[in-house]
């Protein structure tokens, strides 16, 4: 059985302004992938495991924020990436908050006006 998600991409304006939040929230480094006509930049991620990669994505004509689709981050503990939140530019929309045996979950809002969760299971 294949995974539900193969691939995502969270579409930015400002590309160093996004790169520099979730480098600082996520406490990751973010690797250059790109194109001729976009700048992408791909989240840590190995293909062989369970989950799915993604990237960070700037192209003319595609605008960011507005999107129903949520992508949850992984955490050991989703308090500790919330805490980074606001220091990096962005809003924390709903604080850390029990699913109950699925774990944790905070919502919050990126510097380009995209919204994502932080999943945990402490």
Not at 59 to 67: E, K, L, P, R, T
Not at 85 to 113: C, H, N, W
Request: proline fraction near 2%; glycine fraction near 14%; hydrophobic fraction near 40%.
């Amino acid at each position: 059985m294949n995974n539900a998600v193969g691939w995502f991409e969270i579409y930015v304006q400002d590309i160093q302004r996004a790169k520099d939040f979730y480098e600082n929230v996520l406490a990751v480094t973010l690797e250059k992938l790109g194109g001729p006509d976009f700048d992408m930049w791909a989240f840590p991620n190995d293909m062989q495991h369970y989950g799915a990669g993604g990237a960070l994505v700037s192209m003319s004509g595609v605008a960011s924020g507005g999107n129903s689709t949520l992508v949850y981050f992984s955490c050991q503990d989703c308090a500790v990436e919330e805490a980074r939140v606001e220091g990096a530019g962005g809003k924390v929309q709903r604080p850390k908050m029990s699913i109950g045996e699925y774990g944790f979950i905070s919502l919050v809002l990126d510097t380009e006006g995209n919204i994502f969760g932080l999943h945990s299971l402490t």
